[in-house]
C-alpha cells in the first residue's frame, strides 16, 4: 500500500509541471473553487460608470459607443470630478481625434480634473493560425503601445496599458506592470497610486530609511510629485523594489511595528497596498468578486445626472471612490469588450474588460489576491496525498478502497474551498482529485487484477518522451530568420501533432554565403529528435570546411548513416543550399526532399526545379552521388522550399492541395514581400484544408531577392 502511495505521489508531482497540467489547474481547479465560493462582496470604494445599451437608449445615442459624442465624456468627467471622485480610469480607445470642439471640452475637462486615466491598447503583430490554432508564421510577438492621441494624452494625468488575453482564451491572471511595454504600470497600478497619493510623503520616507541611496531621484513629497509624471515616478518605483527583492519584507515588518502606536489606521492599509503592489510579482491571478455587475455599476446615463451624492432620490455617493468608466453588461461574446472568465457560461455571458479592471484594483486596494501555494508546500502537498491516497485504496477490498479515495476527496475539497473562501488561498485541485484520486484507485485495481497499472505508467512515460522531444525540437529551430542586406528571408513551420518531423537551419558561412537546410525525419519521437541535432550538427561542422555543396551532402550522408545504424527504418529527407549573397547564385542538392520552386520576376511563371544527382534520402546507402545544381536568380525571384506536408495536405473530403494548386497561388502572389508572401500561401493551405485533421507538418522557407 505504501509503495502503491509513493507511486501515486511522484507520478503527480512529475505530471505537476507540465504546461496542460498547469492550464487545467487554471482553468478548471480555480474555476471551480470560484463557483463553489460563490460571490463575495467587493470594495465600496470601487464603482463601475457603464456604457451600455440603456444608456445608449435613454441618451438616444448609437448604440456603438464609439460614436459617441467627447464632449458627453466631458460632461461626465466634470460630474464624477464634482461629485468628489478620487480617480477615474476610462477602459474607452481615444486613439483618433475626431469633432474637433468635442475634443477640446473632452481636453479641458481632463485638464481641470487632473484625476482621470486613459487607457492604452497594445496592439500586437497577430500572426495567422491553422484551424488548430497553432501559430504557423513568424517566430515573435511583437506588441505596440497605442497612446491616445496627443490633445487628449497631455490633458489626462497619466495614459495606461491594461492588456487581456482574448477569447477563447481565459482572464485568470493581470499584469501590475506590462513587461511586453517596458514595465510600463496598468491602468489599476496608476489608479490605486493616485487614490492613495496622500500617503506619499509617508512612502518616501520608508524608502529613504530602508533605500536611501535609491529614493534620491524620486520626487521628494507629493507638492514636487504635482510638477512630474505619475506614471515615471511609478516605474522608477518599482525599479527600486526590483534592485532590492528583500525591499518588500523589510517595508512590510516596519509597516508592521509602526501599526501598533499609528493613529490612521487607512494609512498603514494604504502604505501596505503601495509595498505589496510595487515588491509583488508583476502576474498574479485575479480574485473575482462574482457574476457581471458584482462590482457596484452605475449606468452612464445616470451618473450624468448624479447631484449631491444622489440619482434623482436615490443615493449614489462617488465622494473618495475610484471610478471606472466603460463598456459593461450582461454580455455575449461577440462584443468586442467582452472575456471569458470563471463567471462565464454557456448561454454567453461574459464579463467586460472594464469590470476585469475595477476587480483588479479592488483586488490590490483591499489586499485580497488569490494566493497559490508556493512549490515547497505544493510538492509535499502532492506527495503526502499521493502516499495516503495509496494507502487508502490498498489498506482493504476494492469496493472499500473506492469509498475511502471518495470520502478522502471530498473532504480534501472542503479543506480547499474554506482556504480559498476564508483565506484566498489557492490549493490545486485537478492533480489531487482528478489525477492522484482515480489513479490510486486504477493502481490498486491494477495490482489486483495485472496489467492495467503497467499499461498507465507506458502511458505516462510515452507522454514524458514526447515532452522531452518536443522541447528538444524547438530548442533547434531558429528564433528568427536572419537578415540580408539585398534579400528577404522567411520562414514557417507547423507540426501535425505535438512533436513534429520537420526542422530547418540557417548557417552563417561566411560574408558572402550563407547555408541553409529544410528537413523531414521520419521518426517522431525522442529518436527523431536526437537525429534531427545529429543532422543539423554535422551540417553545420561540414559547412565550416569550405567544401563544394554536393561533397558536404555526401560527407553527411556517411556520416547520418554511420549514426542511425541501430535505429532501423531511421532516415532524413533533406535539402541543402548555400546562397552567395553577392553573386545571387544559389546552389542546392536534395536527398529525397520535394522539389523547390523558382518564382521569376521576369516571366511571372513558377517552375518545379529539378535538382541534379541521386535523391536517396540521408542514411540510407553509403555511396550515394549527390550533385550540387546551381541556380542563378535575379532581382524580384523568389525561391520557396518546403516538405512534402505541404502538397499533400488532405481537406474532409480526402482531396490533396497538390502541386498545381501550390504554383497558381505562387504565381498569383507575386511581387510581395517575403513575410507577406509566405502568410499568404499559409492562408491558401489552411482555407483548403478547413476543419479536417492535419495528417504531416507544414514548414516553408521563403527567400526574395531585392
Known amino acids: 500500500a505504501a509503495v502503491l502511495g509513493i507511486v501515486v505521489g511522484v507520478l503527480g508531482l512529475l505530471i505537476s509541471p507540465f504546461q496542460f497540467a498547469m492550464n487545467l489547474e487554471e482553468d478548471t481547479g480555480v474555476g471551480l473553487l470560484f463557483k463553489l465560493r460563490g460571490p463575495r462582496k467587493p470594495p465600496a470604494d470601487v464603482v463601475v460608470v457603464s456604457i451600455d445599451k440603456q444608456s445608449s437608449d435613454r441618451l438616444d445615442l448609437n448604440n456603438n459607443p464609439d460614436k459617441w459624442p467627447r464632449s458627453l465624456h466631458a460632461q461626465l468627467t466634470e460630474n464624477l470630478t464634482r461629485e468628489g471622485a478620487r480617480v477615474v480610469a476610462f477602459d474607452v480607445h481615444f486613439i483618433e481625434p475626431k469633432n474637433a470642439e468635442d475634443d477640446n471640452l473632452f481636453a479641458q475637462s481632463l485638464q481641470n480634473a487632473q484625476n482621470v486615466i486613459l487607457t492604452e491598447p497594445l496592439v500586437p503583430k497577430e500572426l495567422p493560425t491553422s484551424e488548430n490554432g497553432a501559430a504557423v508564421a513568424g517566430f515573435h510577438n511583437i506588441v505596440k503601445i497605442v497612446k491616445p492621441f496627443d490633445l487628449l494624452a497631455d490633458a489626462a494625468l497619466a495614459t495606461a496599458p491594461f492588456t487581456l488575453p482574448r477569447i477563447p482564451f481565459k482572464v485568470n491572471r493581470y499584469w501590475t506592470f506590462q513587461t511586453s511595454a517596458g514595465d510600463s504600470p496598468t491602468v489599476p497600478v496608476v489608479a490605486f497610486q493616485l487614490s492613495t497619493l496622500e500617503y506619499y510623503d509617508e512612502l518616501i520616507k520608508l524608502l529613504e530609511k530602508f533605500s536611501p541611496d535609491q529614493v534620491d531621484k524620486l520626487p521628494s513629497d507629493r507638492e514636487a510629485l504635482a510638477s512630474s509624471s505619475i506614471k515615471r515616478v511609478i516605474r522608477e518605483i518599482h525599479e527600486i523594489f526590483q534592485a532590492d527583492p528583500r525591499l518588500e519584507l523589510k517595508l512590510l515588518a516596519e509597516l508592521e511595528t509602526a501599526k501598533q502606536t499609528a493613529s490612521d489606521p487607512d494609512a498603514y492599509d494604504a502604505l501596505s497596498g503601495l509595498v505589496k503592489m510595487y515588491g509583488g510579482p508583476t502576474s498574479r491571478y485575479i480574485n473575482y468578486y462574482g457574476p457581471p455587475r458584482t462590482i457596484k455599476t452605475i449606468p452612464y446615463y445616470q451618473a450624468l445626472q448624479i447631484r449631491d451624492g444622489k440619482y434623482e432620490e436615490r443615493p449614489m455617493d462617488l465622494n473618495g471612490k475610484a471610478v471606472f468608466v466603460g463598456l459593461s453588461e450582461i454580455l455575449l461574446a461577440d462584443r468586442k469588450d467582452s472575456f471569458y472568465t470563471v463567471y462565464s457560461t454557456a448561454d454567453g455571458i461574459f464579463v467586460s474588460g472594464v469590470e476585469i479592471m475595477a476587480s483588479v484594483f479592488a483586488n490590490i486596494s483591499d489586499d485580497q489576491p488569490i494566493q497559490p501555494i508556493g512549490l515547497k508546500s505544493n510538492i509535499l502537498l502532492v506527495l503526502l496525498w499521493g502516499i495516503l491516497l495509496g494507502i487508502a485504496c490498498r489498506i482493504s477490498s476494492m469496493k472499500i478502497g473506492a469509498l475511502n479515495a471518495i470520502g478522502l476527496s471530498v473532504f480534501y475539497l472542503a479543506a480547499a474551498v474554506y482556504m480559498f473562501k476564508a483565506k484566498n488561498v489557492w490549493y490545486p485541485l485537478v492533480i489531487p482529485l482528478f489525477f492522484q484520486a482515480p489513479l490510486a484507485y486504477l493502481g490498486a485495481a491494477a495490482i489486483e487484477h495485472g496489467s492495467l497499472f503497467k499499461e498507465v505508467l507506458s502511458k505516462l512515460r510515452m507522454e514524458r518522451d514526447l515532452s522531452v522531444a518536443r522541447d528538444i525540437q524547438m530548442s533547434m ?29 540557417f548557417i552563417d558561412i561566411d560574408d558572402s554565403n550563407i547555408g541553409f537546410v529544410i528537413a523531414d525525419v521520419t521518426g517522431k519521437s ?18 565550416e570546411e569550405k567544401l563544394s555543396v554536393g561533397e558536404i551532402m555526401k560527407r553527411a550522408n556517411k556520416q547520418i548513416k554511420k549514426d542511425i ?11 541543402y543550399a548555400v546562397l ?7 546552389g542546392m542538392c536534395s536527398a529525397g526532399q520535394t522539389q523547390p520552386i523558382l518564382l521569376s520576376a521576369k516571366t511571372g511563371e513558377a517552375k518545379l526545379i529539378e535538382t541534379e544527382g541521386d535523391a536517396f534520402p540521408l542514411g540510407i546507402i553509403d555511396d550515394a552521388d549527390y550533385q550540387e545544381t546551381m541556380l542563378q536568380l535575379d532581382s524580384g525571384d523568389l525561391a520557396i522550399f518546403y516538405t512534402d506536408g505541404v502538397v499533400e495536405a488532405m481537406n474532409k473530403k480526402g482531396k490533396m492541395y497538390g502541386f498545381d494548386r501550390f504554383l497558381e497561388v505562387i504565381k498569383g502572389n507575386s511581387g510581395l514581400d517575403a513575410d507577406i508572401f509566405l502568410e499568404k500561401l499559409i492562408n491558401d493551405i489552411n482555407s483548403f484544408v478547413g476543419k479536417a485533421e492535419q495528417h504531416d507538418d507544414l514548414t516553408i522557407v521563403v527567400i526574395k531577392v531585392d
Open 526 to 543: 525522442v529518436s527523431g529528435a536526437l537525429v534531427m541535432t545529429a543532422a543539423k550538427s554535422v551540417f553545420r561542422l561540414l559547412s
Open 565 to 575: 545504424t541501430r535505429a532501423k527504418g531511421m532516415f532524413v529527407a533533406l535539402l
Open 477 to 505: 529551430m531558429p528564433e528568427s530568420c536572419p537578415t540580408i542586406e539585398g534579400y528577404q528571408i522567411a520562414a514557417s513551420s507547423t507540426p501535425a501533432r505535438e512533436v513534429s518531423g520537420d526542422f530547418f537551419d
Open 580 to 586: 552567395n549573397k553577392d553573386e545571387k547564385r544559389l
